[in-house]
């Protein structure tokens, strides 16, 4: 059946309205992520980029290498502890500041601070917190009399790990205080209302209505702060540069160091384009699961 002139114009209007959105999808997401996996089939040298084809060669060395396995375990070691660490400290905080408390308005803007605050800034702050000589985490460990000696906070192992994840959970479990704080000013009253009429306490009132209903808000929180954790370069270069040693050197960081220090830009990029295959397969496994538990 032909189309009518109506139709054209709505149909080209769409296209018009549409083509600028695609066009700045492919300049910031399919170019540069078609642009990485062309650079990870060559050995590139980063200062000429100029190098030759090796193929899957990249691939295959990446693969036989114990460095890759283990910053990739060092990745999932900090992603998962800085994530837990985010939902339990971000759901905690949402559920007091849901409460009918004098001071809630205040405390509302002060819990965004450490989400605002630069990452360079809040690096530096902690880096002074733990300095073994004058930060005052150890001067109270000290007074307090749990350590009689100052501990070396990102110079050993596994404080360096602990540290670095306290961190991340601080900098970044605001983004899941905002999120589940305003999905518990969507639930119903009714719902509490009946279910304390039912005798229902607190922790079943919590397990039984309130999670419930933060299931999806979680479900998508939960994927994008892991995606973000995940690749997290700044925070963890600047606290630690991956040491001591290697100990918490993430798959980022590797990236950076094998195209700016070890000048391989087409190694750096196969790290890059293996880390978004883990990262994607990851997501996948994830999002059936979770579509899986709210179909049962």
Same mark, same amino acid.
Request: glycine letters at 8%; charged letters at 10%.
């Given at each position: 059946?032909?189309?009518?002139?109506?139709?054209?114009?709505?149909?080209?209007?769409?296209?018009?309205?549409?083509? %600028?959105?695609?066009?700045?999808?492919?300049?910031?997401?399919?170019?540069?992520?078609?642009?990485?996996?062309?650079?990870?089939?060559?050995?590139?040298?980063?200062?000429?980029?100029?190098?030759?084809?090796?193929?899957?060669?990249?691939?295959?060395?990446?693969?036989?290498?114990?460095?890759? =396995?283990?910053? *990739?375990?060092?990745?999932?070691?900090?992603?998962?502890?800085?994530?837990?660490?985010?939902?339990?400290?971000?759901?905690?905080?949402?559920?007091?500041?849901?409460?009918? *408390?004098?001071?809630?308005?205040?405390?509302?803007?002060?819990?965004?601070?450490?989400?605002?605050?630069?990452?360079?800034?809040? #690096?530096?702050?902690?880096? =002074?917190?733990?300095?073994?000589?004058?930060?005052?985490?150890?001067?109270?460990? @000290?007074?307090?009399?749990?350590?009689?000696? %100052?501990?070396? =906070?990102?110079?050993?192992?596994?404080?360096?790990?602990?540290?670095?994840?306290?961190?991340?959970?601080?900098?970044?479990? %605001?983004?899941?205080?905002?999120?589940?704080?305003?999905?518990?000013?969507?639930?119903?009253?009714?719902?509490?209302?009946?279910?304390?009429?039912?005798?229902?306490? %607190? #922790?079943?009132?919590?397990?039984?209505?309130?999670?419930?209903?933060?299931?999806?808000?979680?479900?998508?929180?939960?994927?994008?702060?892991?995606?973000?954790?995940?690749?997290?370069?700044?925070?963890?270069?600047?606290?630690?540069?991956?040491?001591?040693?290697?100990?918490?050197?993430?798959?980022?960081?590797?990236?950076?160091?094998?195209?700016?220090?070890?000048?391989?830009?087409?190694?750096?990029?196969?790290?890059?384009?293996? @880390? @978004?295959?883990? @990262?994607? #397969?990851?997501?996948?496994?994830?999002?059936?699961?979770?579509?899986?538990?709210?179909?049962?």
């Amino acid at each position: 059946m032909a189309m009518t002139r109506i139709e054209r114009r709505y149909a080209w209007l769409g296209l018009a309205l549409i083509g %600028p959105t695609v066009l700045v999808f492919c300049a910031v997401i399919v170019f540069p992520l078609v642009a990485a996996i062309y650079l990870s089939l060559f050995r590139i040298y980063t200062p000429t980029l100029e190098g030759a084809w090796v193929g899957l060669g990249n691939y295959a060395e990446l693969l036989a290498r114990g460095e890759f =396995w283990q910053a *990739l375990r060092t990745t999932l070691i900090w992603t998962a502890g800085t994530l837990t660490l985010q939902m339990l400290f971000g759901i905690a905080m949402a559920l007091v500041l849901h409460q009918s *408390l004098w001071f809630r308005s205040l405390a509302r803007s002060l819990v965004l601070f450490p989400y605002f605050v630069s990452t360079v800034v809040a #690096v530096l702050v902690w880096r =002074w917190l733990f300095n073994d000589l004058y930060g005052i985490l150890n001067h109270v460990i @000290m007074v307090a009399g749990v350590s009689d000696m %100052p501990l070396d =906070w990102l110079g050993t192992m596994p404080n360096a790990m602990v540290s670095v994840i306290l961190v991340g959970a601080w900098k970044y479990f %605001p983004f899941v205080v905002i999120a589940v704080l305003a999905r518990l000013q969507t639930i119903p009253e009714a719902l509490y209302e009946a279910a304390r009429i039912d005798g229902a306490g %607190p #922790v079943a009132r919590f397990f039984d209505i309130t999670l419930p209903q933060l299931r999806d808000v979680l479900v998508v929180v939960v994927m994008l702060r892991a995606i973000w954790d995940f690749k997290e370069f700044d925070l963890i270069f600047l606290l630690t540069g991956g040491g001591p040693v290697t100990a918490t050197q993430t798959l980022p960081l590797v990236v950076y160091k094998e195209a700016f220090s070890m000048n391989q830009m087409g190694m750096a990029a196969a790290h890059a384009v293996a @880390m @978004m295959a883990v @990262m994607l #397969v990851f997501m996948i496994v994830y999002i059936r699961r979770t579509r899986g538990g709210q179909g049962a």
